[in-house]
Nanobody
């Protein structure tokens, strides 16, 4: 019954901004890792940003560091991804994900351990 629902994708010109949202339900949100992934056609799924729900600690891939910001509103089980200074190479399907097991802290940007996925939201950046 766990559901993750993404929204906020769309088309934007290079240099523009978008904010993605992920609402999770049917899930024990405390002491968990929430991670945003993205996947372009013909390429692997790349972890780009994670947040630890128990303390708010974040981790970013080098490809988005300084441009993207992950955050949460704990009371509504909602995770956001603010994307600024977008580039054409950011074009991809963006997925929200959750790890099923509680942790003490630290959320790696890896596929291992991901138990739940959203359906994704498309982001297209034109030059």
């Amino acid at each position: 019954q766990v559901q993750l629902v993404e929204s906020g994708g769309g088309s934007v010109q290079a240099g523009g901004s978008l904010r993605l949202s992920c609402v999770v339900s049917g899930y024990t949100y405390s002491r968990r890792c929430m991670t945003w992934f993205r996947q372009a056609p013909g390429k692997g799924r790349e972890g780009i940003a994670s947040i630890y729900t128990g303390g708010g600690g974040t981790l970013y891939a080098d490809s988005v560091k300084g441009r993207f910001t992950i955050s949460q509103v704990y009371s509504t089980n909602t995770v956001y991804l603010q994307m600024n200074s977008l580039k054409p190479e950011d074009t991809a399907m963006y997925y929200c994900s959750a790890r099923g097991r509680p942790v003490d802290g630290g959320c790696p940007l890896t596929l291992a351990g991901i138990d739940y996925w959203g359906k994704g939201t498309q982001v297209t950046v034109s030059s």
